[in-house]
């Protein structure tokens, strides 16, 4: 099995490009987020969604868009990137259910903004 | 909102050595806590959950009781090994406006020496 896969791996992008981040998981769940990673930061909650069609704004979701059309697919868009921007991006799966479930993590894409 | 806080790292333990990392949580609800881990270049994994107050979660020798009363979920291991060198994330799953979402702490490094 997959599990949740997630592309790139490592992008280099300058101030100013866009780009999409891609994830995609094949265990049929509803849940899926994505969150940023940053020294001394912990995980923070970018975007989330609770099914196709539903998206929701998590702690940090500015300067991110997301669209979810699919089960599968969950991908993360930077319009005008930034240095602040620079991070490692986990996508994560889960079924939806009481807040008990357990997330399923991508490997990460290394984003770096110069 | 609701928050996770952990205690700072790194921590060094020798081998066979007694693990603390100690997790505290602030909720309006009745969260579900959960323990991960994250392998030196890998995303998070699920090591241990509960789901209500005073169950124990267990897995590979890790454990955490879920304390109401202190509002903490402290991870504990008898017996480190080299092999459990990595870095420890305590979550609480947040439920707003009827969907859920997981809120991580800033995870603590653990390395073990042999």
């Known amino acids: 099995n997959a599990g949740v896969t997630q592309t790139p791996e490592f992008q280099v992008l300058k101030t100013g490009q866009s780009m999409t981040l891609q994830c995609a998981q094949d265990m049929n769940h509803e849940y899926m987020s994505w969150y940023r990673q940053d020294p001394g930061m912990g995980l923070r909650l970018i975007h989330y969604s609770v099914g196709a069609g539903i998206t929701d704004q998590g702690e940090v979701p500015n300067g991110y868009n997301v669209s979810r059309s699919t089960t599968e697919d969950f991908p993360l868009r930077l319009l005008s990137a930034a240095p602040s921007q620079t991070s490692v991006y986990f996508c994560?799966?889960?079924?939806?259910?009481?807040?008990?479930?357990?997330?399923?993590f991508g490997p990460g894409t290394r984003l770096l903004v110069l | 909102g609701d928050s996770v806080t952990q205690m700072e790292g790194p921590v060094t333990l020798s081998e066979e050595a007694f693990l603390t990392i100690n997790c505290t949580y602030t909720a309006t609800g009745y969260p579900s806590l959960f323990w991960y881990v994250q392998y030196p270049g890998e995303g998070l994994q699920l090591l241990l959950k509960?789901?209500?107050?005073?169950d124990k979660g267990s897995n590979k020798g890790f454990e955490a009781t879920y304390r109401k009363e202190t509002t903490s979920f402290h991870l504990e291991k008898g017996s480190v090994q080299v092999s459990d060198s990595a870095v420890y994330f305590c979550a609480l799953s947040d439920r707003t406006s009827g969907t859920y979402k997981y809120i991580f702490g800033t995870g603590t490094r653990l390395k073990v020496l042999a």
């Open positions: 994560a799966s889960s079924r939806a259910g009481q807040g008990t479930e357990t997330q399923y």
């Open positions: 509960a789901t209500k107050a005073d």
